[in-house]
């Protein structure tokens, strides 16, 4: 896990997970369970916004098969010290 952008003196913080190809989200998610919790565990009484940027594998008519980049958002999350993680 990389620590990256931040703002505002520390006040929002971007952290990245590089991917592995030939990974699908589901199998990403479950390989990277545990470094998310103990992130977000050392980190209480905070915001989190989950985010999973991917490329997909997409077939239509007129392209035929393309890659295109896409991404999926959670909801704004409080992560509070009585919120199991």
């Known amino acids: 896990m990389e620590k990256g952008l931040s ?8 952290f990245t ?3 592995k190809k030939r990974y699908n989200p589901e ?3 479950r390989a990277v369970r545990q470094t998310v919790t103990d992130l977000l565990n050392k ?3 905070i915001k989190v916004k989950l985010i ?3 490329y997909m594998e997409m077939t239509s008519a007129s392209k035929g ?3 295109e980049p896409s ?7 409080i992560n509070l010290d009585s919120t199991n993680v």
């Open 7 to 14: 703002s505002l003196n520390e006040f929002a913080n971007v």
């Open 17 to 19: 997970i590089k991917g």
């Open 27 to 29: 199998s990403f998610l």
């Open 43 to 45: 980190n209480r009484e």
């Open 52 to 54: 999973l940027s991917c």
């Open 65 to 67: 098969m393309f890659i």
């Open 71 to 77: 991404s999926f958002y959670s909801g704004v999350e």
